[in-house]
């Protein structure tokens, strides 16, 4: 099985690529954004031909029981910056693309494989939004939240990724670990101490997801 694993940042690329060092494999960078997002995922399937793409890396979290090291494991996925109007099509919704699907759907079997990892990491399944904004503040996460309450994560790339792979029909999951609780933070301060104490340890889960998957066929 032929696995493409897409990450946004250069440190998100350091710590999984040495994980998946001599293995069958591929990570790939596509930058930061939802343009970046498409564009490297595009590439990724032109390329590489996979048979599953994960987006991994990292993102906020939203909800009273989602902790910094748990993992968001994507049930459905929208844009929280989309707003396409009701002139041409009143039955749009917020967060949609016309003529896409309001949410996209992660695959069904790689959600329950996230879902009945035994590593010791909470995983959560649930609604991941992505925009391009870096959330670094409690109002803008609340702007966020208040159109999607039942938001998980927060991220700038996993529905673009999401969106390219529904279009060339490859099967796709969002695998993210949580860096910061936006509504719980001040100043990303949260997200900056990750990065130095955690993020080496906080990786791992993401290679155990990407095993259990292999060992699919």
């Known amino acids: 099985m032929r696995i493409g694993v897409i990450v946004a940042m250069d440190k998100e690329l350091r710590q999984l690529r040495q994980l998946f060092e001599g293995t069958d494999v591929m990570v790939q960078k596509c930058g930061i954004g939802k343009v970046n997002a498409a564009l490297g995922t595009q590439r990724l399937i032109e390329e590489f031909h996979p048979d599953v793409i994960v987006s991994s890396g990292c993102a906020g979290g939203n909800g009273d029981e989602?902790?910094?090291q748990d993992v968001v494991a994507s049930s459905?996925?929208?844009y929280h910056d989309v707003?396409?109007?009701?002139?041409?099509d009143n039955s749009t919704q917020y967060g949609q693309v016309q003529g896409m699907p309001a949410r996209f759907e992660a695959t069904d079997?790689?959600?329950r494989k996230a879902l009945n990892l035994n590593c010791g990491v909470k995983v959560h399944a649930g609604l991941i939004v992505t925009g391009d904004w870096f959330v670094d503040s409690r109002e803008k996460m609340r702007e966020i939240i208040n159109k999607f309450p039942d938001a998980k994560a927060v991220?700038?790339?996993s529905c673009a990724i999401a969106q390219t792979c529904y279009i060339y029909k490859v099967p796709f999951i969002s695998?993210?670990?949580i860096s910061d609780i936006p509504l719980r933070d001040n100043n990303a301060s949260q997200y900056h101490?990750?990065?130095t104490t955690v993020a080496a340890h906080s990786f791992a889960i993401t290679k155990s997801f990407i095993e259990s998957i292999i060992q699919q066929k």
């Open 175 to 177: 695998f993210r670990v």
């Open 66 to 68: 989602v902790q910094v």
């Open 155 to 157: 991220d700038m790339e």
């Open 76 to 78: 459905q996925l929208a």
């Open 193 to 195: 101490d990750f990065w």
């Open 83 to 88: 707003y396409c109007g009701t002139a041409i």
């Open 109 to 111: 079997w790689l959600l």
